[in-house]
């Protein structure tokens, strides 16, 4: 006798974050990727009840193969080894919330803040909190005195001139 099992046993993304959270009663299933991942090309691995197949909008989900949208919940048809008995599952895929920078600690090499020196230099140093923050990128620039200073991209100051500036 042929299966009526409609199950989808196991889930996941390449990537994702934890695992996936299965709700057999509702027939849901919750993905979550990292921050700004892109959800419109991704390929899902799982399993299904024995000799079980899924569909999405009539295509066949081949796991580990089959790409999909996944920017809106997808529709798994899951039909039974039967042929007869069907069970539509929803699966969504959602992004991390963002880690924002909530701190930037600004010292320098030597622990001064001044160049004392014509062409001195001074190596600023940028540590960005909390240590997960998805977006650690650092600008560097001159305020205000770009007359007497300039900055490169690594946090390097060059005194070029006599006064002040804030970087």
């Known amino acids: 006798m042929a299966s009526?099992?409609?199950?989808i046993i196991s889930y996941n993304i390449s990537n994702q974050i934890g695992n996936a959270i299965i709700n057999n009663s509702e027939?849901?299933?919750?993905?979550?990727?990292?921050?700004?991942?892109?959800?419109?090309?991704l390929t899902a691995n799982f399993q299904l009840s024995q000799g079980a197949k899924a569909t999405v909008?009539?295509?066949?989900?081949?796991?580990?193969?089959?790409?999909?949208?996944?920017?809106?919940?997808?529709?798994?048809?899951v039909?039974?080894?039967?042929?007869?008995?069907?069970?539509?599952?929803t699966i969504t895929v959602q992004n991390k919330?963002?880690?924002?920078?909530?701190?930037?600690?600004?010292?320098?090499?030597t622990g001064n803040?001044?160049?004392?020196?014509?062409s001195g230099t001074l190596q600023l140093n940028a540590e960005v909190l909390p240590i997960d923050a998805d977006n650690k990128?650092?600008?560097?620039s001159v305020k205000t005195g770009s007359e007497f200073a300039e900055i490169n991209?690594?946090?390097?100051?060059?005194?070029?001139?006599?006064?002040?500036?804030?970087?």
């Open 113 to 118: 803040d001044f160049i004392d020196v014509m």
């Open 27 to 41: 027939r849901t299933i919750l993905v979550t990727m990292p921050y700004n991942t892109a959800l419109n090309m």
């Open 153 to 167: 991209q690594n946090g390097l100051v060059t005194a070029i001139g006599n006064g002040t500036a804030t970087i």
């Open 57 to 77: 909008n009539d295509v066949l989900q081949t796991s580990g193969v089959t790409i999909n949208n996944f920017t809106t919940p997808l529709i798994y048809k």
């Open 97 to 109: 919330d963002a880690v924002l920078v909530n701190t930037i600690n600004i010292t320098s090499s």
């Open 4 to 7: 009526t099992e409609t199950d």
């Open 137 to 140: 990128n650092i600008t560097w």
């Open 79 to 89: 039909t039974a080894q039967d042929n007869i008995t069907t069970n539509e599952w």
